[in-house]
């Protein structure tokens, strides 16, 4: 049985393409030949054009955020604007919470911070 495909990225030419996973083999990019970015294989690229979701995904990415499958289905929330990413950016600052855990939250807490 073949394995699945899974997806990988190219911030600076902001294309996405669908290989096998093989851990050990580093993906190039055939346009720039830089290195690509596993990002999993429950990601659905943005379009080429707009590049605000992009840089929202360059955030996600550099923040260590993948898209993987979890036992229910998709890999959960991710922030899809700049705006929901410097909320979360913001609460994260504020709280002390990890800056990986508060991007994916779904609901941010309205009250001030406890701690």
């Given at each position: ?99 990986a855990r508060s991007l994916v939250r779904y609901d941010l807490p309205s009250g001030p911070p406890r701690g």
């Amino acid at each position: 049985m073949a394995h699945a495909k899974t997806s990988y990225v190219c911030l600076p030419c902001r294309a996405s393409y669908k290989q096998p996973y093989d851990k050990g083999r580093e993906r190039i990019c055939p346009r720039c030949t830089r290195p690509l970015i596993h990002v999993g294989s429950a990601f659905a690229p943005p379009r080429r054009r707009d590049t605000a979701a992009w840089r929202t995904l360059s955030v996600l990415l550099h923040a260590g955020v993948r898209f993987h499958k979890s036992c229910c289905g998709g890999p959960g929330y991710r922030p899809r604007t700049p705006r929901e990413v410097r909320e979360r950016m913001t609460y994260a600052r504020r709280s002390g919470e990890p800056f990986a855990r508060s991007l994916v939250r779904y609901d941010l807490p309205s009250g001030p911070p406890r701690g």
